[in-house]
């Protein structure tokens, strides 16, 4: 977004503590200058509970530390997810801020859309008129959903579901419906743990991070979702085992489920609210049960991955149908589809990324002697020791096959299909064809840019696994140039 209208992008991002917005201004060519606080017009840092944010700041550092309301003051601002909307259609820019609460709040441009300055007040936004409120973490996104000519509010969720609230005012005097689900809730918390045997792939995490656009450029709204999930892949358990861990995942889920009502409670009346002693109880036996069920676990780790919902439209039957409940409209509902396109951990925006803990991608392009302007591009991929990709797989395997993409200039396109090898049986399924230590393949390319040295991006698409588990999906790049002899 030009955040200040000179031509030049720039973008905003929220933070967690204590909660303001940073400008990182756009200096053209893909650069950006360092981050840069926004302020209100007092020249208090933007947040969206400025009057608690504004009482913390002034107490003196004794007040901080004596005063017992000192630290809910300071976390009452904590979590942004902003977004910019021209909110009363005057031609400038204002800030809609979400919180970890799952509200919204409005800071209003007085200023202008070239010299943003803001109100001092942060005001709720509303929805049926009352309080707009998600479960937890709300992240909004401005965007026509439904294509009717006037802005509505998309939001993500800390449960990872996203929705949206149709504006049904104008475009200078926006008012809003009721939520309605787009993406379901992947928890009731902001907290999503997925155990994954060998094989299995994840789906879509907590903590929803949202933009809309037109994915597949078929004149329709989609969703490009981000999330967050702690994973761990199982080791081989015997029935007694698996009981065991049940038995464990039920107290801890127990747990989440207080910790999650005392948050509520701190969110409702944060002002009153104590619960300390009773929080630290719970964290404590919730470590102890954390760490008796590592054992179960052949590896565990954090991950966020971004997830592509196709837009699809559906009658009012159809959207119940598939996500229950519905608070849809009599009129046809826009909804994201089930199906998604997961993306990649490791993939950087197609920057280069050739290399991870299991694999090491080399890819060079050498001249064809005697054959002017044709190069074989050979893309070499390095397997470490107890670790496999695959070659061929069933039809109903779940695991995914690797594939090599070009992404090729103008003026260079590819002589022939890749050659691939083969592969040989694996040794846990024979009807799967494996890749270990070293596989090559190669693809000759024909350039007609007169001589002139070129690049162009190898992309590996893979899943690596190991005798136990897999890994999620994921991809390498690597830039190879074109060096005329």
Request: hydrophobic share 35%; proline share 6%.
């Amino acid at each position: 977004m030009d955040y200040d209208n000179d031509g030049i992008q720039d973008f905003i991002s929220g933070s967690y503590d204590p909660g303001d917005i940073y400008l990182f201004r756009g200096l053209g060519g893909g650069k950006y200058a360092a981050a840069a606080q926004i302020s209100d017009e007092t020249g208090a840092a933007l947040v969206h509970h400025p009057e608690e944010f504004r009482e913390y700041t002034g107490l003196s550092t004794a007040e901080q530390t004596d005063r017992s309301d000192a630290i809910n003051l300071r976390v009452a601002s904590f979590g942004s997810w902003p977004a910019t909307v021209d909110w009363e259609n005057d031609g400038d820019l204002d800030i809609l801020i979400g919180s970890f609460s799952g509200q919204l709040f409005l800071r209003r441009n007085t200023g202008s859309r070239e010299h943003p300055e803001y109100d001092a007040d942060a005001v709720p936004v509303l929805a049926a008129g009352e309080p707009l409120r998600v479960n937890m973490h709300a992240a909004p996104a401005v965007a026509d959903w439904d294509t009717d000519g006037t802005w509505d509010l998309v939001v993500g969720s800390g449960d990872g579901a996203v929705g949206w609230f149709r504006n049904t005012g104008s475009k200078s005097e926006p008012q809003f419906g009721l939520y309605q689900p787009l993406v379901r809730p992947a928890s009731d918390t902001k907290f999503f743990e997925q155990i994954l045997n060998h094989g299995e792939q994840p789906t879509h995490g907590a903590r929803a991070q949202i933009c809309v656009t037109d994915y597949n450029l078929d004149g329709r709204p989609d969703l490009i979702v981000g999330d967050y999930s702690d994973i761990s892949w199982l080791r081989d358990l015997t029935d007694s085992e698996r009981d065991e861990l049940a038995d464990l995942r039920a107290k801890r889920d127990d747990l989440i489920r207080q910790s999650q009502a005392l948050l509520k409670q701190f969110q409702d009346d944060w002002k009153n609210a104590d619960f300390a002693a009773e929080r630290e109880q719970i964290s404590t036996v919730f470590a102890r049960l954390d760490e008796r069920q590592k054992p179960y676990f052949k590896e565990s780790r954090s991950a966020s991955f971004v997830w592509v919902f196709l837009r699809q439209d559906a009658d009012t039957t159809d959207v119940a149908a598939q996500n229950e409940p519905a608070n849809a409209s009599s009129r046809t509902v826009p909804v994201a589809a089930t199906e998604t396109q997961d993306a990649h951990p490791s993939d950087t925006g197609g920057q280069d990324s050739s290399g991870t803990e299991q694999l090491t991608l080399l890819a060079v392009a050498e001249p064809v002697d005697g054959i002017p302007d044709e190069y074989d591009v050979s893309v070499s991929i390095f397997i470490q020791s107890g670790w496999h990709l695959y070659s061929s797989v069933p039809p109903n395997s779940p695991h995914r096959v690797t594939t090599i993409e070009f992404t090729l200039p103008e003026g260079v396109t590819t002589v022939g299909p890749t050659d691939r090898p083969a592969g040989f049986p694996s040794p846990q399924n024979a009807s799967e064809s494996i890749y270990t230590d070293l596989v090559t393949f190669t693809q000759r390319v024909r350039s007609e840019n007169s001589g002139q040295a070129v690049s162009m991006k190898v992309v590996v698409n893979y899943e690596v696994c190991n005798a136990d588990y897999c890994l999620p999906v994921d991809r390498l790049i690597q830039t190879v140039e074109l060096n005329p002899p």
